[in-house]
């Protein structure tokens, strides 16, 4: 979606005023306005619920299924809990945040807190002149974007995380962080938008920033008791396959939705969306059995997500064979960055976010300003100013977002230590934060 | 009365309770157990992150029988568990001391 948010508000209202008092005139303005198109409107409908589907159960049980059955039902209710109010933040203040009227490059205005001013005649255009979809798919779509992305957020500070922390941060750091790189990417005066940056389907908006803000988040937080020393296998890998499954299915919502409308640019976002995937899925599996180990479930897992991740940004701006050679190369730099950074480093991003969506993000933001070349069949047209031209760019958003993230992510993370306190007792860490925050188990024999 | 307690790999389970049928033992108790002994385990990995398991997945299964007929048990199960690798278990005897049929208050041999 890189061209949105030349919203047509309320058109319908002054077009049948105007017709009272000067029906010539009105007429005239009537062909101009956008028309809503019913089934580019469909597939926007359709395209919320699968993202919706990619959080609710498809990310819970993906990231549920990683951590140790004491902690799982803490993973699946905070994914949940984040998610839900995401979405009242969003039509709180977040929409007029990203996609409100006017305002500057980096935050639109307060125009249409609660959504003041949108209606259900009101509308959003697509990247077809005059043709638009309803303003409340534009708003539900969007917000499922929010929605996602401080969920992700979660996975590198899962099982020790109070839950009343996690809400606090996730109110903020939507707030700070997510509101203001949506706009900069989307708005139609968002600082990246206006240089140039390619961004299909929010590389940099969602990956880059969850990955960078969860790797700050865990360095903040500090690490599990007993790690690394301690062995902490995930407790179902068959949860984590099903989730990966949703997300991959949900993705296609997110990528060949973002095109918001039901054509070939879509089409093509599809088309990347399976081969992207399939690529990184098993060349991660390559990669292991070249380190000298077993091809893995997990690494078929982290695979993929990886592929889906890196084909994120590239989805309406690449060629299938563009979008399999970024993804192969994400499998690989993203493998050794879970497998051989984060050890050496020592930080516990417990369920990879930074190693997958971070880097993957990277490789796959950066990438995307290579692939989009004609030459590599990208869709590049005769007036592209070229790879290196596009490469700056790029590298200048991925740059910013880092910078945005992780301030916006330590002040949010400190907000919510204040207040709560952040991390749980070391009782309620050992027991684990299924009994310990919300006092279920998640399995009971 | 001898109690009868075999330590086996699980995929032996159903050939040992074939051949425990074979030769009439009328009831047994099986439960999922891990352990080691010679065969140390396996190492798994996670993203990189190797784990040694020193606990592998057993079955245990544990048999009453009257005194004369315990050492036939114990030839069944060792022919029926066996592989011949490492980690095919043990079997071991213990006496026992009382044996009550909880519905019908019958006791020891009565019992089994």
């Known amino acids: ?445 | 009365m001898k109690l009868i307690l075999a330590v086996i790999k699980p995929h032996k389970l159903e050939e040992v309770r074939e051949a425990l049928g074979d030769i009439s033992v009328q009831g047994l108790t099986v439960s999922e157990a891990r352990g080691y002994g010679r065969q140390k385990g396996h190492t798994e990995i996670y993203r990189g992150a190797e784990y040694e398991t020193n606990l592998v997945p057993k079955i245990r299964v544990e048999i009453v029988v009257e005194d004369g007929f315990a050492e036939r048990v114990v030839e069944a199960i060792q022919h029926s568990a066996r592989t011949g690798s490492i980690g095919d278990g043990k079997i071991f005897v213990l006496d026992v001391e009382q044996a009550v049929r909880i519905r019908t208050g019958e006791q020891n041999d009565d019992a089994l």
């Open chain 1, 1 to 445: 979606m890189k061209l949105v948010s030349n919203l047509c508000r309320g058109a319908a209202g002054v077009t049948l005023a105007a017709f009272a008092a000067m029906p010539a005139w009105a007429q005239a303005a009537a062909t101009a306005a956008p028309t809503v198109n019913k089934g580019d409107t469909a597939w926007m409908m359709t395209s919320t619920v699968l993202v919706l589907m990619m959080i609710v159960p498809g990310l819970a049980l993906f990231y549920g299924g990683l951590v140790r059955s004491k902690n799982m039902l803490s993973v699946m209710t905070q994914v949940g809990a984040v998610c839900a109010l995401a979405m009242l933040i969003w039509v709180g203040w977040g929409y007029s945040m990203a996609f409100g009227d006017g305002g500057n490059a980096v935050i639109a205005s307060f125009s249409k807190v609660f959504l003041k001013g949108v209606s259900s005649s009101t509308t959003a255009a697509t990247f077809t002149t005059g043709v638009a979809i309803p303003e409340y798919v534009f708003v539900c779509f969007q917000m499922t974007f929010a929605a996602i992305t401080v969920a992700l957020v979660l996975g590198s500070v899962v099982e020790r995380m109070k839950f009343s922390a996690v809400m606090i941060f996730a109110a903020i750091w939507l707030t700070i962080v997510y509101f203001p790189i949506a706009h900069m990417v989307w708005g139609s005066n968002g600082y990246f938008l206006t240089k140039g940056a390619l961004d299909f389907a929010g590389g940099t908006v969602v990956h880059i920033n969850s990955g960078v803000s969860a790797l700050v988040a865990c360095l903040i937080l500090g690490k599990r008791i007993g790690y690394p020393h301690e062995p902490m296998p995930p407790h179902s890998l068959t949860m984590t396959g099903i989730g990966t499954g949703l997300l991959w299915v949900g993705w296609f919502g997110f990528n060949a939705g973002s095109a918001l409308e039901a054509n070939g640019s879509a089409a093509l976002a599809m088309m990347n969306t399976f081969v992207g995937t399939a690529a990184g899925g098993l060349v991660w599996m390559l990669v292991e059995k070249l380190m000298g180990h077993k091809a893995s479930a997990l690494g078929f897992c982290s695979g993929l997500v990886v592929g889906l991740v890196a084909v994120t940004p590239a989805a309406g701006n690449s060629g299938p064979l563009g979008a399999i050679g970024l993804c192969s190369v994400a499998a690989v730099v993203c493998y050794f960055a879970v497998t051989k950074l984060k050890p050496a480093l020592g930080y516990d991003d417990a369920l990879d976010t930074f190693g997958v969506h971070g880097v993957g993000g990277m490789v796959g933001a950066i990438g995307t300003g290579i692939v989009y070349s004609a030459a590599l069949g990208g869709p590049a047209g005769d007036s592209w100013p070229g790879i290196g031209k596009q490469l700056i760019v790029q590298l200048e958003t991925v740059g910013t977002t880092i910078v945005w993230a992780a301030v916006g992510t330590t002040i949010a993370i400190y907000v919510a230590k204040a207040l709560t306190g952040l991390r749980v007792s070391r009782e309620t860490e050992f027991e684990g934060l299924d009994i310990g925050e919300h006092g279920e188990r998640a399995y009971n024999y």
